[in-house]
């Protein structure tokens, strides 16, 4: 068939990605992201509709039964355009770049993401994000702006094809940071850490905890440095934070897990979906809070306890590792999708559930009243109140029979593809949590990183769900598998772990480090786009380029001797050196990066055990006081001559170079 004359067809049934298959029944005749979808633009000569949503995007769902389910809307769209689906969290370089080309444009962003492209060099020559099916809101109807998009390809294409060459300029021109003249990398840090704290602490919300106003995210790098911090000032704000926020709507006081964000300032109303990365990124915050005695343990141990059973009732996959999201929106009872509907109650459906007094009791506790706090529908968003009279005894009982009719409900979607990235963040929250659940857990994760994730020859995936494997891993995938799996070798005394750690680690420094410094999102595999991305900055989750910064910090500390680690801290200074002006210019937009960095200028303290088989209690206590820079390294495998001969075990206090004499003696473990 000439493809010329070709007209598009619907592909995405083809498609593993459940954000893609949401839209495979759509009218729209989407393509994914291929070779073959662009080559059918370029010989149509029609605009590329680069369309960017993840499963569990509320206005992604709007837009789509709004505009995409629509058959006139759809025919317009197919005689236009030729019409391109992402799943945002398969294609982060994709995502990453017209993101960037929608905030030049029009100094926002969000998702849905829209963006027009010429097909010939793929650069946008516009961009936006929700378009509702008519005029208003201060926008033009969905419908107007393919016509004017399409219009303006075929009547005014030189003027388009100019302003999509200065988008790319701009967006080149923002990405160069000129280099630090910084002599000493460490005073560059600690003096653009302090002014970011300062600037948080200005922003910090003494009403409700968190920064800022609405909508209020939860910040979890921001909080981590906080708590490096450690000043008074620092603690109150980490404290009041995590209260508020593990306290009132942000967190599913039923179920388990943290939701993404709130509309409103005082973290009453969520918006519902739950991402793994947001849950994998607080688990260690309060995991560390706990710690160093910041707040109220009891809350902290709540909120881990109750997140870690709702990742092993609801998120496991079968064959290992960790589904990615859950949907915001689920039927409300009468065939109609709404947000929330899922978490929501009124009074009177408590008592349904529970009786009279049990549901009085409930509902004082969790804060539903017959007003209800979530958009004049009489339901209330769950919060915790204290009621004298209520045991811990009886409140487990009432909220695991509540959470039991819960599950009678028409649940929300799960996106249940494996990421390898966010696996891997979680991997490094659990390595840090003791007990048997985060340990079935734990195991769980391994399994998937180790035998669908990622080869021995260092290569990452990825994605996969079910039986079929996703694309070649981006720069984020390399760099949390690799430390997820070294953290939780370390942890749990796993050579295999360790092992394909350092496999990723070489093959990661090999293909995304850039000879100037830093490193890049993608490699050639992932194809061509007008611009190669970097990703620096930290988002909802931390900077890529960071967490290489700490998983080369991590290895220097536990091998300051290895063969490789001049070279691991070659690249890991370099990718800072290589930031310079931006670091000092943008403090706050790098909190992952200079948390990372301390963990790279400041020396490591590592105790090594070798035992036999039986750890001593005292490694425990020596693993809840280890700060940061501080490793225990407990096994049964003697190493650089730490052997412990016939005692049952034997300890070594090795700072950088150099280890103090061997002891056998428990009282001195000690830091």
Same mark, same amino acid.
């Given at each position: 068939?000439?493809?010329?004359?070709?007209?598009?067809?619907?592909?995405?049934?083809?498609?593993?990605?459940?954000?893609?298959?949401?839209?495979?029944?759509?009218?729209?005749?989407?393509?994914?992201?291929?070779?073959?979808?662009?080559?059918?633009?370029?010989?149509?000569?029609?605009?590329?509709?680069?369309?960017?949503?993840?499963?569990?995007?509320?206005?992604?769902?709007?837009?789509?039964?709004?505009?995409?389910?629509?058959?006139?809307?759809?025919?317009?769209?197919?005689?236009?355009?030729?019409?391109?689906?992402?799943?945002?969290? @398969?294609?982060?370089?994709?995502?990453?770049?017209?993101?960037?080309?929608?905030?030049?444009?029009?100094?926002?962003?969000?998702?849905?993401?829209?963006?027009?492209?010429?097909?010939?060099?793929?650069?946008?020559?516009?961009?936006? &994000? =929700?378009?509702?099916? %008519?005029?208003? =809101?201060?926008?033009?109807?969905?419908?107007?702006?393919?016509?004017?998009?399409?219009?303006?390809?075929?009547?005014?294409?030189?003027?388009?094809?100019?302003? $999509?060459?200065?988008?790319?300029?701009?967006?080149?021109?923002?990405?160069?940071?000129?280099?630090?003249?910084?002599?000493?990398?460490?005073?560059?840090?600690?003096?653009?850490?302090?002014?970011?704290?300062?600037?948080?602490?200005?922003?910090?919300?003494?009403?409700?905890?968190?920064?800022?106003?609405?909508?209020?995210?939860?910040?979890?790098?921001?909080?981590?440095?906080?708590?490096? =911090?450690?000043?008074?000032?620092?603690?109150?704000?980490?404290?009041?934070?995590?209260?508020?926020?593990?306290?009132?709507?942000?967190?599913?006081?039923?179920?388990?897990?943290?939701?993404?964000?709130? #509309?409103?300032?005082?973290?009453?109303?969520?918006?519902?979906?739950?991402?793994?990365?947001?849950?994998?990124?607080?688990?260690? +915050?309060?995991?560390?809070?706990?710690?160093?005695? #910041?707040?109220?343990?009891?809350?902290?141990?709540?909120?881990?306890?109750?997140?870690?059973?709702?990742?092993?009732?609801?998120?496991?996959?079968?064959?290992?590792?960790?589904?990615?999201?859950?949907?915001?929106? $689920?039927?409300?009872?009468?065939?109609?999708? @709404?947000?929330?509907?899922?978490?929501?109650?009124?009074?009177?459906?408590?008592?349904?559930?529970?009786?009279?007094?049990?549901?009085?009791?409930?509902?004082?506790?969790?804060?539903?009243?017959?007003?209800?706090?979530?958009?004049?529908?009489?339901?209330?968003?769950?919060?915790?109140?204290?009621?004298?009279?209520?045991?811990?005894? %009886?409140?487990?009982?009432?909220?695991?029979?509540?959470?039991?009719?819960?599950?009678?409900?028409?649940?929300?979607?799960?996106?249940?593809?494996?990421?390898? $990235?966010?696996?891997?963040?979680?991997?490094?929250?659990?390595?840090?949590?003791?007990?048997?659940?985060?340990?079935?857990?734990?195991?769980?994760?391994?399994?998937?990183?180790?035998?669908?994730?990622?080869?021995?020859?260092?290569?990452?995936?990825?994605?996969?769900?079910?039986?079929?494997?996703?694309?070649?891993?981006?720069?984020?995938?390399?760099?949390?598998?690799?430390?997820?799996?070294?953290?939780?070798?370390?942890?749990?005394?796993?050579?295999?772990?360790?092992?394909?750690?350092?496999?990723?680690?070489?093959?990661?420094?090999?293909?995304?480090?850039?000879?100037?410094?830093?490193?890049?999102?993608?490699?050639?595999?992932?194809?061509?786009?007008?611009?190669?991305?970097?990703?620096?900055?930290?988002?909802?989750?931390?900077?890529? &380029?960071? +967490?290489? #910064?700490?998983?080369?910090?991590?290895?220097?500390?536990?091998?300051?001797?290895?063969?490789?680690?001049?070279?691991?801290?070659? =690249?890991?200074?370099?990718?800072?050196?290589?930031?310079?002006?931006?670091?000092?210019?943008?403090?706050?937009?790098?909190?992952?990066?200079?948390?990372?960095?301390?963990?790279?200028?400041?020396?490591?303290?590592?105790?090594?055990?070798?035992?036999?088989?039986?750890?001593?209690?005292?490694?425990?206590?020596?693993?809840? &006081?280890?700060?940061?820079?501080?490793?225990?390294?407990?096994?049964?495998?003697?190493?650089?001559?730490?052997?412990?001969?016939?005692?049952?075990?034997?300890?070594?206090?090795?700072?950088?170079?150099?280890?103090?004499?061997?002891?056998?003696?428990?009282?001195?473990?000690?830091?």
């Amino acid at each position: 068939m000439n493809m010329a004359k070709q007209e598009p067809t619907n592909r995405l049934s083809e498609c593993t990605s459940p954000y893609l298959l949401q839209h495979a029944s759509n009218p729209v005749a989407w393509q994914p992201w291929d070779d073959t979808a662009i080559e059918l633009a370029r010989k149509l000569d029609r605009p590329l509709l680069v369309s960017i949503g993840y499963a569990a995007c509320h206005w992604c769902h709007v837009m789509e039964h709004e505009s995409f389910d629509d058959e006139e809307t759809a025919a317009l769209m197919n005689e236009k355009l030729v019409c391109i689906k992402v799943d945002r969290e @398969e294609r982060p370089d994709v995502d990453a770049l017209y993101m960037a080309a929608c905030q030049v444009m029009t100094g926002q962003g969000g998702w849905p993401l829209n963006a027009f492209l010429d097909p010939h060099t793929l650069k946008p020559f516009f961009a936006g &994000t =929700y378009f509702p099916p %008519k005029q208003g =809101y201060g926008r033009p109807s969905w419908p107007q702006l393919v016509i004017a998009m399409s219009d303006a390809w075929s009547g005014q294409r030189d003027g388009l094809v100019n302003n $999509s060459d200065m988008i790319i300029e701009h967006i080149n021109k923002m990405a160069a940071n000129p280099t630090s003249d910084e002599g000493d990398l460490k005073e560059l840090i600690e003096a653009v850490t302090e002014g970011s704290v300062q600037h948080s602490l200005k922003l910090f919300d003494t009403e409700n905890g968190g920064f800022g106003g609405a909508p209020k995210f939860p910040h979890p790098m921001e909080l981590e440095a906080l708590l490096r =911090y450690g000043s008074e000032q620092s603690k109150v704000a980490v404290e009041m934070s995590l209260r508020c926020m593990s306290e009132r709507g942000l967190f599913d006081h039923l179920g388990g897990g943290w939701h993404r964000y709130c #509309v409103d300032s005082a973290w009453a109303v969520p918006h519902f979906e739950k991402m793994l990365y947001d849950n994998a990124l607080l688990l260690p +915050i309060h995991s560390r809070a706990l710690r160093d005695g #910041v707040g109220d343990k009891l809350v902290h141990q709540r909120v881990i306890q109750l997140t870690l059973e709702w990742l092993k009732r609801e998120m496991l996959d079968p064959n290992g590792g960790v589904w990615s999201t859950l949907d915001a929106d $689920s039927d409300d009872g009468t065939g109609h999708k @709404e947000e929330g509907a899922f978490y929501v109650w009124t009074p009177q459906q408590v008592e349904s559930s529970l009786g009279v007094q049990d549901g009085e009791l409930a509902c004082s506790r969790w804060t539903i009243t017959k007003a209800g706090n979530f958009e004049n529908s009489g339901s209330s968003v769950l919060a915790i109140s204290d009621v004298e009279e209520l045991s811990d005894e %009886k409140e487990e009982e009432l909220r695991l029979t509540l959470l039991k009719k819960r599950a009678e409900r028409s649940r929300p979607g799960t996106d249940d593809k494996v990421l390898t $990235s966010w696996n891997g963040m979680l991997l490094v929250a659990l390595s840090e949590l003791e007990g048997d659940l985060a340990s079935e857990i734990g195991e769980h994760t391994v399994q998937g990183l180790l035998e669908r994730s990622t080869n021995e020859n260092g290569s990452v995936l990825r994605t996969w769900r079910g039986e079929t494997d996703g694309g070649p891993g981006f720069l984020d995938d390399y760099a949390w598998a690799a430390l997820g799996l070294l953290n939780w070798g370390i942890a749990t005394d796993n050579e295999t772990c360790i092992k394909r750690a350092l496999s990723i680690t070489k093959r990661l420094l090999k293909e995304f480090s850039d000879t100037d410094g830093g490193f890049w999102l993608s490699t050639s595999n992932h194809g061509e786009l007008p611009i190669r991305q970097r990703c620096e900055t930290d988002s909802a989750v931390p900077g890529s &380029t960071s +967490i290489v #910064v700490r998983l080369l910090s991590t290895l220097l500390g536990i091998w300051p001797a290895h063969e490789e680690s001049d070279s691991w801290r070659t =690249y890991a200074m370099d990718s800072i050196s290589k930031l310079g002006e931006g670091l000092k210019q943008r403090g706050p937009a790098y909190w992952s990066l200079l948390n990372a960095s301390q963990d790279l200028l400041r020396p490591w303290a590592v105790w090594h055990i070798h035992h036999d088989g039986t750890e001593p209690e005292e490694l425990r206590q020596l693993r809840n &006081t280890a700060g940061d820079c501080q490793l225990v390294i407990s096994t049964q495998s003697s190493s650089d001559g730490k052997e412990r001969g016939d005692a049952p075990w034997m300890a070594w206090l090795c700072e950088g170079m150099s280890c103090k004499a061997p002891i056998t003696k428990p009282s001195d473990l000690i830091w």
